[in-house]
């Protein structure tokens, strides 16, 4: 794949993909650069059919300690137009991780602040250790989690939302559970092992059928019934049994062996 410089894509045999932030130096703090790098690594992501799901990582000791405050600084100096042109780039990355056609597991470890939250709040799970430390930190530096803010409102709600944006307090992994940001915490020297159980698990699960299932939950969004929501469901598991991936989970478990799909690769 791609060569970058901020971020690392990884694939790994059995069939998904590790996405890092690759920035240890800066605690994994974005830029331009890496919002860029990351947009293109997650167009690569869903271009690869084999692809079963994707994690979302950052090298070191921190997940991400939130925008670069030296392109932060830079950003100052630049008239509307062109902070609206990085802002909708921002937005773009965001977008993209959340419509990803694969599940998409994000790991916290260390500090996820700002942009980072967001990111988090993009991925359909995510996991994280005890210790972990959030934050909507944006007012502090007298800004906003502006283009974050509708995929925080999904992950914790809005009054939660409301609280965290507007005292930029700290919260860590016990507290981000409660939340609904993070689905499980464990302790920091567990969460290597932890993120194995969950890759395990994932494995189990038919490929084609985890997309069409993410896909399914997207339109349904907040479940209000309508004909429309009926018809695409109806229609979505009608696709889904007579496809090969549905016919062979069947007779997988009518015939009481395993799916093709969670044959170990050689």
């Known amino acids: 794949m ?6 690392q894509l990884q694939t790994d045999p059995r069939g998904f993909a590790t996405l890092w932030l690759n ?6 703090a974005f830029n331009a650069e890496m919002i860029r790098e990351l947009t293109l690594a997650l167009a690569a992501v869903r271009a690869d059919e084999r692809l079963r799901f994707l994690l979302l990582r950052g090298h070191g000791h921190h997940f991400s300690a939130g925008a670069d405050l030296a392109w932060m600084q830079h950003a100052a100096t630049l008239d509307y137009a062109a902070n609206l042109a990085d802002s909708q780039e921002l937005a773009e990355l965001m977008y993209r991780l959340h419509d990803l056609p694969v599940p998409t597991l994000a790991v916290v470890q260390g500090a996820a602040f700002g942009g980072a939250v967001g990111l988090v709040s993009c991925c359909d799970m995510a996991i994280g250790a005890l210790d972990a430390q959030f934050s909507l930190s944006e007012v502090r530096i007298g800004l906003a989690p502006a283009v974050i803010s509708p995929f925080v409102v999904q992950a914790i709600g809005e009054r939660a939302a409301r609280r965290y944006a507007l005292t930029a307090e700290r919260f860590d992994g016990p507290r981000a559970r409660e939340l609904g940001l993070l689905a499980e915490c464990y302790p920091a020297e567990k969460l290597e092992s932890r993120i194995e159980e969950w890759i395990a698990t994932l494995l189990l699960n038919g490929p084609q059928a985890m997309r069409a299932s993410k896909a399914l939950l997207r339109e349904a969004g907040s479940g209000v019934l309508g004909p429309a929501l009926r018809q695409f469901t109806e229609s979505a598991i ?24 969670q044959e170990q690769p050689e």
């Open 23 to 28: 920035r240890p130096h800066k605690h994994n």
């Open 238 to 261: 009608a696709r889904i049994r007579v496809s090969a991936e549905g016919q062979e989970g069947l007779n997988a478990f009518l015939e009481k062996r395993t799916p093709a799909w």
């Open 2 to 7: 791609t060569d970058f410089t901020t971020v």
